[in-house]
């Protein structure tokens, strides 16, 4: 057996013990009750389940406190045994009382089942619980006896184990110090060796460190000498860029002005003609309107320069104006 068995076990006899304690608490109020009520003046009916009440939660009490002290191994004293027996008695008169004064005997007996189940159910069970409690005590003791033996036994092993080991740690010690001798003179002749290839290490890396800050302040001036190369010639590229770009600012304001003066000069032209003695081609009816309309003459004086209508004219007056504004709307809004 195990200590699952043993929960188990003590699982099924809680259970079993408190459904027959509820059980009989349950027939007793609805026996005793009537009883009870019988027995008291009609105003204190309502009175009458608190005497099964009463008794019942002692029975509780009893039930839950001895099987506390089951489970501790511990003693309560004749006092617990009076109160078992008395709420025990008590349960039993009281389911008892209504059919044994009737004189009813297949009553008495029908109601002292409850009650005689309740007592021996309450006896029985602090006996089982008294016996899992030394069984679970037994076997404590078993499991710290075979602990105590596997425990010695495990100390046995160990100082046999320590023996062994120190045994070897002597021998290996022994051999150790003759490796260590043997590995000292090696090691000085490792180390001697190793100081002249050191010497000879640091000698060529002397060399090589002064050939190497030799080589790195040639590919300094070189560098240096690059740099200034480098300088020299951006100025001189931005120098020339500089001059590219006066040279075409001058060439654009030239081109400019020439096609400033061209214009004013065909505006001239257009406007020195005079009346026109026909209608003009449309697409020199226009430059005419355009001319006429930047030397600021009215619509009138336009559509006779050009031989067309007044309205055409004035259509192309208005075209122009809004030519105008637009540029001047898009600058405002950047």
């Given at each position: 057996?195990?200590?699952?068995?043993?929960?188990?076990?003590?699982?099924?006899?809680?259970?079993?013990?408190?459904?027959?304690?509820?059980?009989?608490?349950?027939?007793?109020?609805?026996?005793?009750?009537?009883?009870?009520?019988?027995?008291?003046?009609?105003?204190?009916?309502?009175?009458?389940?608190?005497?099964?009440?009463?008794?019942?939660?002692?029975?509780?009490?009893?039930?839950?406190?001895?099987?506390?002290?089951?489970?501790?191994?511990?003693?309560?004293?004749?006092?617990?045994?009076?109160?078992?027996?008395?709420?025990?008695?008590?349960?039993?008169?009281?389911?008892?009382?209504?059919?044994?004064?009737?004189?009813?005997?297949?009553?008495?007996?029908?109601?002292?089942?409850?009650?005689?189940?309740?007592?021996?159910?309450?006896?029985t069970g602090?006996?089982?619980?008294?016996?899992?409690?030394?069984?679970?005590?037994?076997?404590?003791?078993?499991?710290?006896?075979?602990?105590?033996?596997?425990?010695?036994?495990?100390?046995?092993?160990?100082?046999?184990?320590?023996?062994?080991?120190?045994?070897?740690?002597?021998h290996t010690?022994?051999?150790?110090?003759?490796?260590?001798?043997?590995?000292?003179?090696?090691?000085?002749?490792?180390?001697?060796?190793?100081?002249?290839?050191?010497?000879?290490?640091?000698?060529?890396?002397?060399?090589?460190?002064?050939?190497?800050?030799?080589?790195?302040?040639?590919?300094?001036?070189?560098?240096?000498?690059?740099?200034?190369?480098?300088?020299?010639?951006?100025?001189?590229e931005a120098?020339?860029?500089?001059?590219?770009?006066?040279?075409?600012?001058?060439?654009?304001?030239?081109?400019?002005?020439?096609?400033?003066?061209?214009?004013?000069?065909?505006?001239?032209?257009?406007?020195?003609?005079?009346?026109?003695?026909?209608?003009?081609?449309?697409?020199?009816?226009?430059?005419?309107?355009?001319?006429?309309?930047?030397?600021?003459?009215?619509?009138?004086?336009?559509?006779?320069?050009?031989?067309?209508?007044?309205?055409?004219?004035?259509?192309?007056?208005?075209?122009?104006?809004?030519?105008?504004?637009?540029?001047?709307?898009?600058?405002?809004?950047?």
């Amino acid at each position: 057996m195990n200590g699952t068995h043993v929960r188990s076990a003590e699982r099924a006899l809680s259970v079993g013990t408190w459904l027959i304690v509820a059980g009989a608490m349950l027939y007793s109020i609805l026996t005793v009750t009537p009883l009870a009520a019988a027995h008291t003046p009609d105003e204190w009916d309502w009175t009458a389940p608190i005497l099964p009440l009463v008794v019942d939660a002692a029975v509780v009490i009893v039930v839950r406190l001895d099987a506390v002290l089951a489970r501790l191994g511990g003693q309560g004293g004749r006092w617990p045994v009076v109160l078992r027996w008395m709420t025990g008695g008590m349960t039993l008169a009281l389911n008892v009382a209504d059919s044994a004064l009737k004189k009813d005997l297949v009553g008495v007996a029908v109601h002292a089942v409850a009650p005689l189940l309740l007592i021996v159910t309450a006896e029985t069970g602090l006996a089982y619980r008294r016996a899992i409690t030394a069984a679970v005590t037994a076997l404590e003791a078993q499991r710290r006896a075979e602990q105590a033996e596997r425990e010695q036994a495990a100390t046995q092993r160990r100082e046999a184990a320590a023996r062994q080991a120190r045994e070897e740690r002597e021998h290996t010690a022994m051999l150790a110090r003759e490796q260590r001798e043997h590995e000292a003179r090696m090691a000085r002749e490792q180390a001697e060796r190793e100081e002249r290839a050191r010497r000879e290490e640091r000698e060529r890396e002397e060399a090589q460190r002064r050939a190497e800050e030799q080589e790195r302040e040639r590919q300094q001036r070189e560098r240096e000498q690059a740099r200034i190369e480098r300088e020299r010639r951006e100025r001189e590229e931005a120098q020339r860029r500089e001059q590219a770009a006066r040279e075409r600012a001058e060439r654009e304001r030239r081109e400019a002005a020439e096609r400033q003066e061209r214009a004013e000069r065909e505006r001239a032209a257009l406007l020195a003609a005079g009346p026109a003695v026909e209608k003009q081609p449309e697409q020199q009816a226009r430059h005419t309107v355009q001319a006429a309309f930047a030397a600021g003459l009215s619509v009138r004086q336009a559509a006779e320069l050009c031989g067309w209508s007044v309205g055409w004219v004035s259509t192309r007056y208005q075209e122009l104006r809004e030519t105008e504004t637009t540029p001047a709307l898009e600058g405002a809004s950047a």
